[in-house]
């Protein structure tokens, strides 16, 4: 099984203050623990919503709205994408996290089996395009920049209602061009936050608490990584997204949030650095991950 873990940005997230030496190291460790055991498949930083744009379709129309986002508690400011053998492993690796404050949510990914086979299905539809990309992910490039694309839940995502075969084999036509463009670097569906679970840290105390969660607006139903030359460029391939998407949700309107994503040069070197230190393990992960 797939879980993706979010961590809830801060204040000091959302200012743009980055973690010190002491604490990469602590992370180090910590992917580092991740990757022995197998688990890890990807883990990144966003920077603050400030950087960040909602794109929303509803009613024929279009909104673009700039950052940043007043709801800081329910903003993402990084993530582990683990594979787990159960909830409760993927659980106990939250817990593990070497956080002393702040609050880590753990989602389920649908699977490729979670979606019934439909007799009208084509041999060649979205679900044989969805293995194929899943296979050959598209290769990061030169001088492109990282964003994380955000769909924000809704009422029938939240109800664990399943997209119909018109919207999947709409969104697979998407993806299947945004792959040979070489802009969709990957995508997921997450399950119901029934299926999930948050853990606050204070201190050493870990507290976990049991989804579904209230909030829907501002739950995730799912999210892409993606490369592009420019912000412009990001948003116009977001509008063509949430115009896919919309006409399968509730409402017939989609938002998504795009968060540009830290690279390593992002982060000044630090005299107190070790030669093998988070940042050798760090480039090491991205380079062995594909990250």
Request: glycine residues 10%.
């Amino acid at each position: 099984m797939r879980f993706l873990m979010m961590v809830k940005a801060s204040k000091d997230s959302e200012a743009g203050v980055l973690p010190d030496e002491t604490i990469l190291s602590e992370m180090g460790r910590y992917n580092e623990q991740l990757v022995k055991a197998g688990a890890l498949l990807a883990a990144d930083g966003l920077k603050a919503s400030s950087n960040g744009v909602r794109v929303r379709y509803s009613n024929g129309k279009f909104t673009v709205v700039d950052g940043p986002f007043a709801e800081t508690k329910e903003l993402i400011a990084g993530f582990w994408l683990i594979q787990a053998k159960s909830r409760d492993e993927a659980i106990e690796w939250a817990r593990r996290v070497p956080f002393q404050e702040g609050e880590v949510e753990v989602r389920p990914l649908f699977e490729l089996p979670d979606f019934p086979v439909d007799p009208a299905e084509k041999p060649d539809g979205w679900r044989e395009k969805e293995e194929q990309f899943r296979a050959t992910p598209p290769a990061r490039k030169p001088g492109t920049i990282r964003y994380m694309g955000i769909l924000k839940a809704d009422k029938d995502t939240e109800a664990g209602v399943l997209p119909d075969q018109k919207l999947l084999a709409a969104m697979g036509a998407f993806v299947e061009e945004g792959a040979k463009a070489g802009v969709i670097l990957s995508g997921e569906g997450l399950q119901a936050s029934s299926n999930g679970a948050r853990v606050r840290y204070s201190g050493s105390k870990r507290t976990v608490i049991d989804g579904p969660f209230a909030e829907t607006k501002e739950l995730i139903a799912g999210y892409a990584i993606l490369q592009f030359t420019s912000r412009d460029e990001a948003i116009e391939w977001t509008k063509r997204f949430v115009q896919v998407d919309a006409p399968g949700r509730l409402g017939a309107e989609s938002e998504c949030e795009l968060r540009p994503m830290f690279e390593i040069e992002d982060f000044p070197v630090d005299p107190a650095e070790k030669p093998d230190g988070w940042r050798h393990l760090e480039q090491r992960l991205r380079d062995g991950g594909g990250r």
